[in-house]
């Protein structure tokens, strides 16, 4: 049977990736040595890096202002370390709280300085939004104006989904898991503008500018992760670049949303303009029945559509090695179910 995963994260990557790290990673191009064997010291190592540096920078279409780095932690560690990096001397920063992860960021921010929630003061040092809230599946379609403050997000589950303008985004970050290689690597993408603003107490190895000016190795990498980026950043401009991404991340929600909306026994739990195109959540409208449609979804290979606990009860994760095919067939599925209780 063909199954489907539309797990949050880890998420499903493209199969013939995987096929190749397999291939790749046992023997190193010839050298006798695994990808996981591979000396920091080695010339080989920074070579790994610099092709997967190279491969997000031109997919993400990064201005030279603009620095990558690698490091590791989840975004939830970068929560405190963003604020860390960027409170300095104002000590005092805006948020926008969109859901469960902005929430979060605000909660560990807090720790460092004063947050302003969903207002914007002049003498703030930064302005903080998540572009997608996983959990509530609530997207920004466009960017808010942040009236001059940098503008930071958090990407985690949409970064390489659609283009961004870096010329409006001043630092980016977010998790691997979802859209760019396994857990355990962290993207940072900063402006160079807002270097050297870090608190005393700010970890070395998260120190970014550091880590900026020693291309991320200021410590052990996680090679494996960023050799896996950079493939999964070749994949992307094969299939067409993020434009591309962009249309099909649209046009995969789009037909869950239609089905969903136009049946009589479930809801979508977001309605009009912020409705993510790579998190669908939605829920029977007798929510005793959610229990019923998991355990039907799984025989059908229709796998990990459960939500999370502070969200809906049901939750279609659209990244983007998820095919069109998976969606076509949970929602002949949900037509199925819908016609099974009518
Ligand atoms: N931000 C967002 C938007 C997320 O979706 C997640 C994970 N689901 C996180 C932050 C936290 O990521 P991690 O567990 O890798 O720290």
Redesign the pocket.
């Known amino acids: 049977m063909v199954s489907f995963n539309f797990g949050?994260?880890p998420a499903v990557l493209p199969g013939d990736i995987l096929e190749q790290a397999r291939a790749e990673a046992f023997n190193w191009q010839g050298s006798g040595m695994s990808l996981f064997e591979i000396p920091f010291g080695d010339p080989t190592f920074g070579a790994v890096m610099q092709t997967a540096h190279r491969a997000l920078q031109q997919v993400l279409n990064l201005p030279d202002s603009h620095h990558l780095l690698f490091l590791q932690?989840?975004?939830?560690?970068?929560?405190a370390f963003v604020a860390m990096n960027l409170m300095g001397d104002k000590k005092r920063a805006c948020y926008l709280d969109t859901g469960h992860?902005s929430k979060?960021?605000i909660a560990e921010a807090s720790k460092y300085g004063e947050i302003v929630v969903d207002r914007i003061v002049a003498d703030g040092a930064y302005c903080h939004m998540?572009t997608?809230?996983?959990?509530q599946g609530r997207q920004f379609h466009e960017l808010p104006d942040s009236q001059g403050l940098p503008l930071v997000a958090?990407m985690?589950?949409d970064i390489l989904t659609r283009p961004i303008d870096f010329s409006h985004m001043d630092l980016v970050y977010a998790?691997a898991?979802?859209n760019i290689a396994p857990?355990g690597l962290?993207l940072v993408i900063m402006h160079e503008k807002l270097f050297d603003r870090a608190l005393d107490i700010t970890p070395t190895v998260f120190n970014y500018t550091l880590q900026a000016r020693n291309n991320s190795r200021v410590n052990t990498p996680n090679l494996f992760g960023i050799y896996m980026a950079g493939l999964m950043a070749k994949w992307v401009t094969d299939q067409g670049g993020l434009p591309e991404m962009a249309k099909r991340s649209r046009e995969k929600s789009a037909v869950l949303y239609e089905t969903i909306d136009h049946s009589r026994f479930f809801h979508a739990s977001v309605n009009g303009e912020m409705r993510s195109h790579v998190n669908v959540c939605f829920g029977l409208k007798d929510p005793a029945l959610n229990e019923l449609f998991l355990q039907q979804a799984q025989h059908e290979g229709l796998l990990n559509l459960n939500g999370h606990s502070a969200g809906a009860p049901l939750r279609a994760s659209l990244y983007n090695a998820l095919p069109r095919a998976g969606v076509v067939a949970l929602a002949d599925f949900i037509k199925r179910f819908d016609g099974q209780l009518a």
């Open positions: 949050a994260g932690g989840g975004a939830y560690a970068h929560f992860w979060r960021a998540t997608n809230e996983t959990t958090d985690t589950s998790s898991q979802k857990a962290s």
